[in-house]
Antibody, heavy 121, light 110 residues
Framework: QVQLQESGPGLVKPAETLSLTCTVS?????????WGWIRQPPGKGLEWIGS???????YYNPSLRSRVTISVDTSKKQFSLNLSSVTAADTAVYFC??????????????WGQGTLVTVSS | QSVLTQPPSVSAAPGQKVTISCSGS????????ISWYRQLPGTVPKLLIY???KRPSGIPDRFSGSKSGTSATLDITGLQTGDEADYYC???????????FGGGTKLTVL
């Protein structure tokens, strides 16, 4: 069973860039799957942020596209999220997850524990 | 405003059956498979159903999913107090080229 763990600062100042890393373990080849980021503002629902596929192509939520970058580091078995120009509205629990995606099928079968990121000065 | 529409809340008594709906459009549910997730209070979302109706290993058959046209449903039978949670549907939107979730449904077992 693949394991995922998010890491990064829990507090980010407004207008700065939120940077998180997800470390993947118990999985032979990080390039063998899609990986995604999902967030959940306090008391609200899930929001898909974006995903990176097994060739390195990225897909982003249209509402966040101008501020989001997702990348993968195969040597470290990690993938990362950068969200620029953050505001208080970006305060949320951020989850990384394995994204199964093929022929119209999409789902997230393994999730990290989530990390709360607060945007505040 | 979520791309997929779910009722904010549903409730039923222990032992009863509840149905949670998820409505979308041809660009998402109509042409892609749906998945369902359960999020117990303060925990990580967990995959309940994938490819419209398949259950991952360990998910009891009290949970079942179906899809018709641009809508999908999650049925839970034999309700238990431990089923109280938020339930989310999710899929891919081929027009947006993006993943989408419903707004979530809070299940209360009375």
């Amino acid at each position: 069973q693949v394991q995922l763990q998010e890491s990064g600062p829990g507090l980010v100042k407004p207008a700065e860039t939120l940077s998180l890393t997800c470390t993947v373990s118990d999985y032979p080849n990080i390039r063998g799957s899609w990986w995604g980021w999902i967030r959940q503002p306090p008391g609200k629902g899930l929001e898909w942020i974006g995903s990176i596929d097994n060739s390195g192509s990225t897909y982003y939520n249209p509402s966040l596209r101008s501020r989001v970058t997702i990348s993968v580091d195969t040597s470290k078995k990690q993938f990362s999220l950068n969200l620029s120009s953050v505001t208080a509205a970006d305060t949320a629990v951020y989850f990384c997850a394995r994204h199964l995606m093929f022929r119209g099928v999409t789902y997230f079968d393994s999730w990290g524990q989530g990390t709360l990121v607060t945007v505040s000065s | 405003q979520s791309v997929l529409t779910q009722p904010p809340s549903v409730s039923a008594a222990p032992g009863q059956k509840v149905t949670i709906s998820c409505s979308g459009s041809t660009s998402n549910i109509g042409n892609n498979y749906i998945s369902w997730y359960r999020q117990l209070p303060g925990t990580v979302p967990k995959l309940l159903i994938y490819e419209n109706s398949k259950r991952p290993s360990g998910i009891p058959d009290r949970f079942s999913g179906s899809k018709s046209g641009t809508s999908a449903t999650l049925d839970i039978t034999g309700l238990q107090t431990g089923d109280e949670a938020d339930y989310y549907c999710g899929t891919w939107d081929s027009s947006l080229i993006a993943g989408v979730f419903g707004g979530g449904t809070k299940l209360t077992v009375l």
